[in-house]
């Protein structure tokens, strides 16, 4: 039994690493049967996994382009409903993002919270990995709901939950969440299908 909650815990706090890699998967980079498996247990179809991974791809590459290394910004696309988070310099620039990103084919909404500061510290985006990771851990412990259900992200101690979920699941998602060490906030940007 011990053996399989540290096989559990190290698959868990090896997710994030792991689901990097989906966006060459997706758009057809070496395909193989993991893809299959995480997007047939995804409730968006197949075609809007791999839209919102293009969504994500091309925005990061904008963002790049545009404004290289002066700001930090993460871009999450769930069923072309886009999640801002990171750091700009000044308002003006974290509007430009917005605009920009608006401007990326199939972008439906956009949930601006990029925050106006300096960029986040190599350290400071650890502790989010381990925050992310460990409210993951959770949600699978707790067998409420499909924990890949929802996408967690985490940005400086705020949790940001998405995926198209019951309300049930995006409350019990929050309770479990909020109560994860390192936490300050979590904001649901769900999409509900009930």
Not at 3 to 15: K, P, T
Not at 91 to 118: W, Y
Not at 146 to 164: A, D
């Amino acid at each position: 039994m011990k053996n399989l909650f540290l096989n559990s815990l190290l698959l868990i706090l090896l997710l994030p690493a792991l689901v990097s890699c989906i966006p060459l998967f997706a758009v057809g980079v070496g395909a193989g049967a993991g893809t299959g498996a995480v997007m047939s247990d995804d409730r968006r179809t197949s075609g809007m996994f791999v839209e919102d991974e293009v969504i994500e791809l091309k925005s990061v590459r904008r963002i790049k382009e545009q404004y290289k290394d002066t700001v930090h910004i993460n871009v999450t696309s769930y069923n072309r409903n886009v999640l801002l988070t990171g750091e700009a310099p000044q308002d003006e620039t974290k509007q430009q993002i917005e605009t920009l990103i608006m401007s990326v084919d199939n972008v439906r909404n956009i949930v601006n919270d990029i925050k106006v500061s300096e960029n986040s510290s190599l350290a400071s985006r650890s502790k989010d990995s381990l925050i992310t990771s460990n409210v993951k851990a959770r949600f699978l412990h707790s067998g409420q709901f499909r924990f890949n259900h929802i996408k967690v992200i985490t940005e400086k101690g705020i949790i940001y939950l998405l995926g198209m979920v019951k309300r049930d699941e995006a409350e019990n998602a929050a309770d479990i969440a909020s109560t994860a060490s390192g936490v300050l906030k979590v904001i649901k940007v769900f999409e509900y299908l009930d």
